[in-house]
């Protein structure tokens, strides 16, 4: 593979927090301008609907990827 196309490899200890974040962002809302952000209510729902027991330094990293997603990723 040329070099330019290699990717570095997914940090395998972030891929429960990464399955977390994209079952949440299946689920996002719009406002009809674009996404809107995940709140805290709908991760605290979800986590509780899902049993997940998410942490709340999983919860931090989630909003980073969501600020990401919305920074960089939706637009």
């Known amino acids: 593979m040329p070099e330019q196309l290699r990717q570095p490899e997914f ?11 994209s079952e949440l962002n ?3 809302c719009g406002n009809g301008f674009g ?7 709908e991760i605290a ?5 899902t049993d997940a027991q998410v942490t709340p330094l999983e919860v931090q990293i989630i909003r980073a990827l969501d600020n990401l997603y919305l920074t960089k990723g939706a637009g």
Do not use: D, G, T
């Open 11 to 21: 940090p395998v200890h972030l891929e429960q927090v990464w399955s977390y974040f």
């Open 45 to 49: 729902a979800w986590n509780s609907l």
């Open 26 to 28: 299946r689920a996002r």
């Open 35 to 41: 996404a809107n952000p995940l709140s805290y209510v």
